[in-house]
Nanobody
């Protein structure tokens, strides 16, 4: 079955960096677009970044452009989110997602807290 497991979250000061990872299994990872979403307290889940199957095309929310970078390693079935220049408004639970056979699968998320 499809499984997505995020890791790498934590507490970081404003201006700091974190690298999130999402390990995938249960499907042919290299064939699918992968996405990162986030959900802040009291807000709707929003798309942060997405990457095509071979990694050639990426897309970012305006709020993170120039600060976040999505990448993938198809040999390791893992997608990453490098987050730099973090701001308090980046505080959220971060999820990775894949649409497989028309169904959206989500990980359980990893909490990122940006605070001094």
């Amino acid at each position: 079955q499809v499984q997505l497991v995020e890791s790498g979250g934590g507490l970081v000061q404003p201006g700091g960096s974190l690298r999130l990872s999402c390990a995938a299994s249960g499907f042919i990872f290299s064939r699918y677009i992968m996405s990162w979403y986030r959900q802040a307290p009291g807000k709707e889940r929003e798309l942060v970044a997405a990457i095509t199957s071979a990694g050639g095309i990426t897309n970012y929310a305006d709020s993170v452009k120039g600060r976040f970078t999505i990448s993938r390693d198809n040999a390791k079935n893992t997608v990453y989110l490098q987050m730099n220049s973090l701001k308090p408004e980046d505080t959220a639970v971060y999820y990775c997602k894949v649409r497989f056979n028309g169904v959206d699968y989500w990980g359980k998320g990893t909490l990122v807290t940006v605070s001094s």
